[in-house]
């Protein structure tokens, strides 16, 4: 039996300057309470080794396999709208003022529940706890690389359905990018685009440039999830820069799943193409199962690479002109991000190290 430790002393510190992040998977967010809640009896032990990927995994699909078991404890309203709940009370602990969140509709449905009724229900749960926090988000639905033409499409379909909601506001393709094509994804891309739904994907993680060239030739991307193995082929850099397609960048998440390719996050090719002039921000991908917080993430790249407090803003201030909310929202949070001043609320707590 493992006794669950008490949580850390936490003191009063100032309120740090507001955040963004655009990458961020609603099945890789969920903390130990949570877990405990939707599956009673799960030890601390059994939590950090089988919904807590270790910092260095075997590759993509072994670090897959623990959102895979998280999944199957999101099967009904309830545990969708604790789940959101959850994932909103991490984003207050790390000051994030706007997130954008993704999931795979499809794959909440062994409980009974339609695909409509799941995006419904995750739609509810994020509007709810985003009145109720202050921290804004919209809604991003994957489709899968395993999926067929169908499955995709019927995603595509869900989302360009949804769009008049104000909620969901972009498609994206997640998944073993290592192990299946585009071919059963290039239709279902091609209707959300027609339907004004904004369009992102993952590459550039587990293949090389060719599979983000891939991407931007058949699916017609405004972002890409990752794609920090652009910085391969100076061609595939330039291609990127050139067509104002921006990164998701998810620095420790990378160093989990990519190998060698990344042995230490020292490796990790974020500063040079940043540095190269590509449009990037930080996102965290997946904050349970990577455990890692945005505040964590900035405090790496400072020390990795030295990157100031002033570079950090410009990551966040990339990511909120390249959201997928509406201009409104837009503006309201560049004046937030530009402001000298400390938005008005109460000091935040953050845990003593
Ligand atoms: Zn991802």
């Known amino acids: 039996m493992v006794k669950i430790q008490r949580e850390p002393l936490m003191e009063v510190l100032p309120r740090p300057q507001p955040k963004a992040e655009l990458h961020l998977h609603l099945d890789c967010c969920v903390s130990y309470a949570c877990v405990a809640a939707l599956r009673p009896g799960t030890s601390l032990a059994e939590y950090l080794r089988d919904y807590v990927a270790p910092a260095k995994c075997a590759n993509l699909v072994d670090f897959l396999t623990r959102p895979t078991r998280i999944v199957q404890l999101m099967q009904t309203p309830r545990a969708l709208r604790l789940v959101t709940d959850d994932l909103f009370a991490q984003l207050v602990a790390d000051n994030v003022a706007y997130a954008e969140i993704r999931f795979a509709p499809l794959l909440h449905t062994a409980g009974g529940m339609r695909p409509e009724r799941v995006v419904e229900e ?60 585009l071919d059963a994804h290039v239709a279902a891309f091609r209707h959300a685009r027609e339907h004004g739904v904004r369009i992102t994907a993952h590459a550039g993680e587990s293949r090389g440039a060719d599979g983000v060239n891939d991407v931007l030739d058949r699916l017609g991307p405004e972002r890409i999830g990752h794609g920090v193995r652009s910085i391969e082929d100076e061609r595939t850099v330039e291609r990127l820069i050139a067509g104002g397609v921006h990164l998701e960048v998810c620095p420790t998440s990378n160093v989990q799943t990519m190998g060698r390719l990344v042995p230490s996050y020292a490796d990790h090719p974020v500063d040079r193409l940043r ?33 100031t407090a002033d570079d950090l803003a410009r990551c966040n201030l990339a990511a909120v002109q390249a959201s997928f909310t509406d201009a409104t929202l837009r503006q309201e949070l560049v004046r937030m991000f530009t402001s000298p001043a400390c938005p008005p609320g109460p000091p935040a707590k953050i845990a003593a190290p």
Do not use: K
């Open 275 to 307: 540095s190269a002039g590509i449009s990037l921000s930080i996102s965290t991908d997946a904050r349970t199962v990577a455990n890692v917080t945005l505040d964590r993430e900035y405090e790496r790249l400072r020390r990795a690479f030295g990157w």
């Open 122 to 181: 995750v739609e509810t749960a994020v509007a709810q706890a985003s009145d109720a926090t202050g921290v804004r988000a919209s809604v991003i639905l994957c489709t899968l690389r395993h999926f067929d033409a169908d499955a995709s499409m019927a995603t595509a379909r869900l989302a360009a359905a949804r769009l008049d909601g104000g909620v969901v506001t972009g498609f994206d393709l997640a998944g073993d990018e290592a192990g299946f094509g």
